[in-house]
């Protein structure tokens, strides 16, 4: 089944999520979709990151993560015993803030997902490797140093490269957080077109403390506070007319 | 102020002193080892001294081989057991064991290191001897027995070290190998050990010269009949126990012959230590 451009592709309902008797997310509902950028916004420490690693089960390895509610995927319950969790990893891949690129060659780095998912056909792995450097924009780059060691590149290229480990793996949502924290701005920008590009396939969620990069970027924008979706809407109307009042004080920048 | 830098002074010129006379102590002995065991290898031929079968010192027959056979062949033996035992244990204390198993387990294991060999020895002698000799066949006291000791004697070496290199490895590549829907295994295997790849192999070299120098447990299982085994059933003596068993008694050429021993002994620990260091290095800069 494929979700079309603009129907929704996730469902998140009464979603609570504890650190042990931390409650860091508090019934958050929300639906999300497909082919769009959903912006997640809102100060330090107040749950997007474990939000978005809800959807992709990451908080699962945290010890005394606990999670309760509903995430459908597709209409499916992630958290249901029935998922297959590594399956559900290939679907909604992830970037991190911090590059994290293996300390392996860029070309293994890019097979990396495809070999773990059991795919050895070498023919297949190169034309992947191809496609998904293409896709970032480092094929013409890097095609002469396939064979380097990744931690050589730059911020930029090593975290294009962890967006095309993602795509080799034709994943449907891409989870990124804060992506562009450890870029110059320059990098950030081509990054910014980097997403506009990829919205046409992939449904992206981003969270970022820029309220600029938020309002170029994204279609929809969240705004988190202590553990709650305070607000959640279209952009234009989130950062124009917010209609609560604590979404107002940050955007405008009167948070304290 | 100027009393701060005198003594700054004094103290530096002590640590001088403290370094270069126990650098110039490992110097003087390994001159004194070169200048007793040198000359006799000449006299009788280098060839001879390390190619020759036979060891019989009262007839003035010093042929090494097959004691550096030995030696090469229990270490090899004892990697062969202790590295894959230590390494396996390493990566589940490191990354499949709950935290509170490995800070009970991990000063345990280092315990181990403290035991004084001759007590493996006797637990050798106890179980292990009996054991092959009833079981496999030969007279226990083999090749086998030395290594199986050796293993486990290097464990200690080899886990802790490799531990510390297994955890030096950020989490953020297994959260991103896990968020490509790797399993957890697939993650130590395809990342996390290439990663922690120099700290593993300096655990192996470690655990190699341990091996390799160690005297006391192998003189109590290995049997030390001075010829080529011809199975790792059969007795072997190592180039440290020629020289610890027949220490007490030599005199003359055959003390000379035992100094040239330890002269090859400690060539071979240098060849190897060298080839490890230059592997090791060669790897950390890909
Ligand atoms: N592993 C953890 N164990 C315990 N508490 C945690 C853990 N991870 C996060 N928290 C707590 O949960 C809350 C939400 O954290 P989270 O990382 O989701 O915030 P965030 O909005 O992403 O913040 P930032 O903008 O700084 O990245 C914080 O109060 C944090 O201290
Ligand atoms: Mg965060």
Redesign the interface.
């Known amino acids: 089944m494929k979700v079309e451009a603009g129907e929704y592709l996730i469902e998140v309902r009464n979603l609570n999520v504890f650190y042990g008797s931390f409650q860091a997310l508090k019934d958050i509902n929300l639906k999300l979709q497909a082919a769009r950028i959903t912006a997640l916004i809102g100060p330090s420490g107040c749950g997007k990151s474990t939000f978005l690693r809800s959807l992709n089960r990451m908080n699962d390895l945290i010890d005394g993560a606990r999670t309760e509610g509903e995430v459908f995927f597709e209409g499916k319950d992630i958290f249901s015993p029935e998922t297959d969790l590594l399956e559900l990893r290939r679907r909604v891949g992830m970037v991190f803030q911090r590059p994290n690129p293996f300390p392996l060659s860029i070309a293994d780095n890019v097979t990396y997902g495809l070999r773990v998912h059991g795919q050895n056909d070498r023919a297949w792995l190169e034309e992947r490797l191809y496609w998904s450097l293409q896709a970032v924009n480092l094929w013409d780059e890097l095609k002469d140093r396939l064979k380097v060691n990744a931690l050589e590149l730059t911020g930029e290229q090593q975290q294009r490269l962890c967006l095309a480990r993602l795509l080799a793996l034709e994943p449907e949502v891409i989870l990124m957080d804060e992506p562009c924290s450890a870029l110059d701005p320059l990098a950030t920008a081509r990054i910014e077109d980097l997403m506009y590009e990829l919205k046409k396939k992939y449904t992206i969620i981003i969270v970022t403390h820029n309220m600029q990069q938020a309002a170029r970027v994204s279609d929809f924008t969240g705004y988190f506070l202590l553990g709650e979706l305070v607000e959640f809407g279209e952009t234009n109307e989130i950062f124009t007319k917010p209609k609560d009042p604590r979404t107002e004080d940050y955007i405008t920048g009167r948070f304290g | 102020m100027t009393d701060l830098r005198k003594s700054d002074r004094l103290i530096k010129l002590g640590l001088l002193m403290i370094a270069f006379s126990a650098i110039s102590a490992l110097f003087v002995i390994t001159l004194f080892i070169f200048e007793q065991g040198g000359p006799i290898m000449f006299k009788y031929g280098l060839k001879s001294f390390i190619f020759g079968q036979d060891w019989y010192p009262s007839e003035k027959i010093f042929g090494l081989w097959p004691m550096i056979v030995g030696s090469l062949m229990v270490t090899l033996g004892a990697l062969i057991i202790g590295v894959p035992l230590g390494l396996a244990t390493a990566i589940f204390l490191a990354e499949f064991s709950s935290r509170r198993l490995a800070r009970i387990l991990k000063p345990v294991i280092e315990l181990l290191a403290g035991i004084p060999s001759v007590v493996y020895g006797f637990l050798g002698l106890m179980f292990l001897i009996p054991f092959i000799r009833e079981n496999l066949g030969g007279p226990g006291l083999s090749v086998l027995a030395a290594s199986i000791i050796l293993g486990i004697m290097i464990l200690p070496t080899v886990i802790s070290i490799s531990l510390d290199s297994i955890r030096a490895v950020?989490d953020?590549?297994r959260?991103?190998?896990?968020?490509?829907?790797?399993?957890r295994w697939?993650t130590v295997r395809?990342?996390v050990l290439?990663?922690a790849r120099s700290g593993i192999l300096a655990a192996i070299i470690l655990g190699m010269g341990r091996a390799i120098g160690e005297t006391m447990a192998v003189i109590m299982v290995a049997g030390n009949a001075a010829e080529i085994p011809s199975s790792i059933l059969q007795p072997v003596r190592t180039l440290t126990s020629n020289i610890a068993l027949e220490m007490g008694y030599a005199a003359g050429e055959h003390r000379q012959a035992l100094f040239a021993t330890g002269v090859i002994l400690f060539v071979i620990i240098m060849v190897l230590n060298t080839i490890a260091n230059l592997t090791a290095s060669r790897q950390g800069k890909?």
């Open positions: 950020p953020c590549y959260e991103g190998s896990i968020a490509l829907g790797a399993t697939q395809m990342v290439p990663a890909r």
